[in-house]
Nanobody
Framework: QVQLVESGGGLVQAGGSLRLSCAASGRTVTAYSMGWFRQAPGKGRAFVARLSRSGGSTYSADSVKGRFTISRDNAKNTVYLQMNSLKPEDTATYYC?????????????????WGQGTQVTVSS
């Protein structure tokens, strides 16, 4: 079983950048497809980006395409979400998730393991 811990959130001005980290322990991150989700106050948890278990395929939500990039450092057993050109509507708690499925869908129920979340606030 894998444990996930997110970090890197904070307060940033619109147009700025942040890099979120998701450190995995207990098992190697290469055994899992990894995803990032976000949840704004009063809203459900929404898909942001996914990295396949092989590491060879990524998929992002239309709302972040071209601005956010998901990647993985096998040596550090860590997954990242690089967020550029941030907008106020990106404000949310961001969660890292993992599943052993090779091609998970974009729904929270497609993932089995979750971190505790990290807050991202983008000011206008």
């Amino acid at each position: 079983q894998v444990q996930l811990v997110e970090s890197g959130g904070g307060l940033v001005q619109a147009g700025g950048s942040l890099r979120l980290s998701c450190a995995a322990s207990g098992r190697t991150v290469t055994a899992y497809s990894m995803g990032w989700f976000r949840q704004a106050p009063g809203k459900g948890r929404a898909f942001v980006a996914r990295l396949s278990r092989s590491g060879g395929s990524t998929y992002s939500a239309d709302s972040v395409k071209g601005r956010f990039t998901i990647s993985r450092d096998n040596a550090k057993n860590t997954v990242y979400l690089q967020m550029n050109s941030l907008k106020p509507e990106d404000t949310a708690t961001y969660y890292c998730a993992a599943t052993a499925r090779p091609w998970p869908g974009p729904l929270p129920q497609d993932y089995d393991y979750w971190g505790q979340g990290t807050q991202v606030t983008v000011s206008s």
